[in-house]
């Protein structure tokens, strides 16, 4: 089945505690990208991948790194989480950009930093 | 940076009963699309309308873009109560043609 896996679904962690979110699709996309969702701000972009070792800041990159070393995979990395951190993550890919972006979208990684 | 736009935030309908959620934006796009998130989980593609067409239909769903004006329509037909979710418009206008989400309207749809 089509899909884009992320893991861990539900994490509750405190501050500084480095933790890295998973993500991995088997759809052979190019884009993959990781949003975070807040009450009353809608998904914001992160990062996001074009292809294998391009990586670009969304519009909320700060506190955040990632990694595309593998087509597949795109992992979202939090070196020092702080409680506005705390929040529900998708990933999300696609073929590409060019012509149509439709994204396939994980199902979330709801994270907690006390 | 928010490009588009959802109205009504919120919109509570009976079964039966027909929705219409409105998108606006603000920059030229080449395509729009609409998303559907159940409660916490993750977005999933509805419908994508290119610039040059004014009208799309997919099942009950009909979705229509007026570039004049810089908004879309998402119209729900003869809802049902599984139809009860948030739905998002996202439009290319990114950098590099990556999408831009709007808040979303959050649709109850009551038995």
């Known amino acids: 089945e089509a899909q884009v896996t992320q893991n861990p679904r539900y994490l509750i962690t405190v501050t500084g505690k480095k933790l890295t979110v998973t993500c991995s699709q088997n759809?052979?996309?190019?884009?993959m990208s990781w949003y975070r969702q807040d009450p009353g701000l809608g998904l914001r972009q992160i990062y996001y991948s074009m292809n294998v070792e391009v990586t670009d800041k969304g519009d909320v990159p700060e506190g955040y790194k990632v990694s595309r070393k593998e087509k597949r995979n795109f992992p979202l990395i939090l070196e020092s989480p702080s409680p506005n951190q705390t929040s529900l993550y998708f990933c999300a890919s696609s073929l590409g950009v060019l012509g149509a972006n439709v994204l396939t979208f994980g199902a979330g990684s709801r994270l907690t930093v006390l | 940076s928010q490009q588009g736009e959802e109205d009504p935030q919120a919109l509570s309908i009976q079964e039966g009963e027909n929705a219409t959620m409105n998108c606006s934006y603000k920059?030229?796009?080449?395509?729009l699309q609409w998303y559907r998130q159940n409660s916490g989980r993750g977005l999933v593609h509805l419908i994508l309308?290119?610039?040059?067409?004014r009208e799309k239909h997919s099942g009950r769903l009909r979705v229509t873009l007026d570039t004049s004006k810089k908004s879309s329509s998402l119209l729900i037909t003869a809802s049902r109560a599984a139809d009860t979710a948030s739905y998002f418009c996202a439009t290319d206008a990114g950098s590099q043609g990556n999408l831009i989400f709007g808040k979303g309207t959050k649709l109850s749809v009551k038995p």
């Open positions: 920059t030229s796009i080449n395509n």
């Open positions: 309308i290119r610039s040059n067409e």
């Open positions: 759809m052979n996309h190019e884009y």
